[in-house]
């Protein structure tokens, strides 16, 4: 069973910079494609990025395109979100999810196989 692990949230000035891991146990994460999410208070939750099984693919929301950046190391079965140039905006609780075969585009909740538990960012001054 895949379990996923969130890491590296906090609180962060605007402007500043944050990295997230997202780290599996249990299994390999070599055939998963793995998806950000982002959930804050009283919104739905949204995709924010989106990266394949072989990382040679990746997608971004356009509200972080060009300041998040995702990749994924295999020999640490890790994927990153390193964030920079944060803004209020990005505060909320950033999820990672799994899927190995996925009908739905990847920025969609809908059709992950494994949740991580989360993790707070928060960006103030």
């Known amino acids: 069973q895949l379990q996923l692990v969130e890491s590296g949230g906090g609180l962060a000035q605007p402007g500043g910079s944050l990295r997230l891991s997202c780290t599996a146990s249990?299994?390999?994460?070599?055939?998963?494609?793995i998806g950000w999410f982002r959930q804050a208070p009283g919104k739905e939750r949204e995709g924010v990025s989106s990266?394949?099984?072989?990382?040679?693919?990746?997608n971004y929301a356009a509200s972080v395109k060009g300041r998040f950046t995702i990749s994924r190391e295999h020999a640490e079965n890790t994927v990153y979100l390193q964030m920079s140039s944060l803004k209020p905006e990005d505060t909320a609780v950033y999820y990672c999810?799994?899927?190995?075969?996925?009908?739905?585009?990847?920025?969609?909740?809908?059709?992950?196989?494994?949740w991580g538990q989360g993790t707070q960012v928060t960006v103030s001054s």
């Open positions: 990266i394949s099984s072989s990382g040679g693919s990746t």
């Open positions: 999810a799994a899927v190995k075969t996925y009908y739905y585009p990847l920025l969609h909740p809908m059709g992950y196989d494994y």
């Open positions: 249990g299994s390999t994460l070599d055939y998963y494609a």
